[in-house]
């Protein structure tokens, strides 16, 4: 999803930069819970909280602190929290009448990226997972609980598995959305998959630009990869629109980073031009991942939720094949692509009550 947005960056931001200039005062904040019973038995608290060395922005919202707590790790350079009004609880989301879910942007992203500069040597999967781990620690301290879930959603899957591998006291289980295993390996796939796509609608502009692209790997120059990646993602996200009629992420993305109160107008412009800096420290990071050579045994439960549409998916099983762990699911949800919970939330929601709370 990052890719297309770097192509309405360039427009979206020069057409509100006055806006900008007027506005930099604007308040964010997030909505209380309206059922009057949950104010007094729940929490919603958008908060900074210092993890890693750096202050990070932090979304806590449940209707019942007995809860248990549901850690959120987002994706590459994208955050979940712009998403969180759209499912607050008293708007029939159940994930927040289930848990305490706790959403954070992580550094250098989001409305973090307002509130820290950190140094650039810190961007890597170490440090991430770090920064994870302290906020874990922090929040369950507070709430008062001995194990968490965690939910890891894409490139957060990569860091939910090493956190998993590092401190398998924290979590009740780890729950991965879109695993990614072999990210060279998806972008292969990724390829493929878009050109064959183009050969079938005859589109000459994307047969083109891909024949010209090179597969990302760790023998290309960082900018190499950075452009190759945001051609692929172009024709990717054009491919599983038209053959699998799935959404519009990147639109849904910007139209919900507006709309969530969360997030004032400096920290919308924040989280878009934050996507192109992150991608482009983390890009290399992200291609040396293998988690089946990394992290071959977890000691906690594991879920995996695929998408039937996912280019990761092919890694993501080869990995889950091999995985040793106490308890491991894969859990393949028909319809969907790698944004399994955007195109299919119903039926992920379905295994999170059903599997994952109470198996």
């Known amino acids: 999803?990052?890719?297309?947005?770097?192509?309405?960056?360039?427009?979206?931001?020069?057409?509100?930069?006055?806006?900008?200039?007027?506005?930099?005062?604007?308040?964010?904040?997030?909505?209380?819970?309206?059922?009057?019973?949950?104010?007094?038995?729940g929490v919603a608290s958008l908060e900074t909280i210092r993890a890693g060395g750096i202050d990070h922005a932090?979304?806590?919202?449940?209707?019942?602190?007995?809860?248990?707590?549901?850690?959120?790790?987002?994706?590459?350079a994208v955050p979940m929290m712009p998403f969180a009004h759209l499912g607050y609880a008293d708007a029939g989301g159940k994930g927040e009448q289930n848990f305490i879910v706790v959403q954070y942007d992580q550094r250098g992203t989001g409305k973090t990226a307002r509130l820290s500069n950190p140094d650039p040597a810190t961007y890597n999967v170490d440090q991430?997972?770090?920064?994870?781990?302290?906020?874990?620690?922090?929040?369950?301290?507070?709430?008062?609980?001995?194990?968490?879930?965690?939910?890891g959603i894409s490139w957060g899957s990569v860091i939910g598995a090493k956190l998993?591998?590092?401190?398998?006291?924290?979590?009740?289980?780890?729950?991965?959305?879109?695993?990614?295993?072999?990210?060279?390996?998806?972008?292969?796939?990724?390829?493929?998959?878009?050109?064959?796509?183009?050969?079938?609608?005859?589109?000459?502009?994307a047969l083109e630009q891909l024949r010209k692209t090179q597969i990302p790997s760790l023998s290309l120059s960082d900018e190499e990869n950075f452009q190759s990646i945001g051609v692929i993602g172009k024709w990717l996200d054009h491919t599983y629109q038209k053959k699998y009629?799935?959404?519009?992420?990147?639109?849904?993305?910007?139209?919900?980073?507006?709309?969530?109160?969360?997030?004032?107008?400096?920290?919308?412009?924040?989280?878009?031009?934050?996507?192109?800096?992150?991608?482009?420290?983390?890009?290399?990071?992200?291609?040396?991942?293998?988690?089946?050579a990394q992290v071959p045994e977890l000691k906690v439960p594991v879920y995996m939720i695929m998408g039937e549409y996912d280019v990761m998916k092919i890694p993501a099983r080869r990995y889950f094949d091999s995985l040793s762990a106490p308890r491991k699911e894969w859990i393949e949800i028909k319809g969907a692509g790698h944004a399994v919970s955007a195109d299919k939330p119903e039926d992920v929601e379905a295994v999170y009550l059903g599997k994952v709370l109470r198996p």
Request: hydrophobic share 45%; with cysteine.
């Open 245 to 292: 009629c799935l959404m519009d992420l990147p639109g849904i993305f910007i139209k919900s980073l507006w709309a969530a109160p969360e997030y004032s107008l400096p920290d919308f412009l924040t989280t878009l031009s934050s996507i192109e800096i992150f991608s482009k420290r983390m890009n290399r990071a992200i291609l040396e991942v293998d988690l089946q």
């Open 128 to 151: 991430y997972v770090r920064d994870a781990e302290e906020l874990i620690e922090i929040l369950r301290k507070r709430y008062g609980k001995d194990r968490v879930y965690v939910q």
């Open 164 to 205: 998993a591998q590092k401190r398998p006291d924290l979590m009740h289980a780890f729950i991965s959305e879109g695993q990614v295993s072999s990210m060279i390996e998806a972008h292969a796939a990724a390829h493929a998959l878009a050109v064959s796509f183009a050969q079938e609608e005859k589109n000459q502009e």
């Open 1 to 41: 999803m990052k890719t297309r947005l770097f192509f309405a960056l360039g427009g979206l931001l020069s057409g509100i930069a006055l806006i900008f200039l007027v506005s930099v005062g604007c308040d964010s904040r997030t909505v209380p819970h309206k059922n009057p019973d949950w104010q007094k038995s």
């Open 58 to 76: 932090v979304l806590i919202r449940g209707t019942d602190l007995s809860h248990p707590l549901l850690i959120v790790i987002h994706g590459f």
